[in-house]
């Protein structure tokens, strides 16, 4: 499908929701589906819906849900369906995702920031006194309050951006 610039592919046809064990349209594809934009890639480790993934360094386009170490840079996020290892589907890369919180005692609040943790979860930083903490990758804003991992609850609506 590369090289196809100027043809009505696939892509506009299928859901962004679409989970194949074969590629449907080009991995590393663009897409913008109200609003938020996608990008195709193929998981070879299962991320499950509103969690982040990040480069296997396996190929350009392959990721997982797990990172080694939290606040790795995020390379997108599942947003309408799990994509199972050895599979491939779409990452939420701009929009709006009720992501998963990764800090087991620690509810998000409504503007704080939020980073890839460890798991794959979105953890969120809190500013103590006026010195703000190394957030390190930052890819998104805390839309809505939620509760604290620990409870199995979201970080409700979590606005990202990663590129």
């Not at 997982?64 to 309408?80: F, I, L, P, Q």
């Not at 390190?136 to 839309?143: D, F």
Request: proline share 2%; hydrophobic share 40%; charged share 10%.
């Amino acid at each position: 499908m590369a090289g196809n610039y100027y043809s009505a592919d696939p892509i506009n046809f299928e859901s962004v929701s679409a989970v194949t064990a074969t590629p449907s349209v080009g991995v590393g594809a663009i897409r913008v589906h109200d609003g938020e934009t996608y990008e195709y890639v193929y998981a070879s480790l299962t991320i499950p819906v509103g969690y982040g993934a990040v480069l296997t360094g396996t190929s350009g386009h392959s990721v997982v849900a797990t990172g080694s170490v939290s606040g790795e840079m995020c390379y997108g996020a599942a947003k309408h369906a799990d994509i199972n290892a050895s599979s491939y589907g779409w990452l939420l890369k701009k929009g709006v995702l009720d992501a998963k919180n990764g800090r087991a005692s620690t509810a998000p609040v409504v503007n704080q920031v939020a980073r890839l943790g460890a798991d794959g979860a979105f953890v969120t930083d809190v500013m103590v006194a006026t010195t703000a903490i190394d957030h390190g990758h930052v890819v998104g804003k805390v839309l809505s309050a939620g509760a604290s991992g620990g409870t199995g609850a979201s970080l409700s609506l979590l606005f990202i951006s990663v590129y």
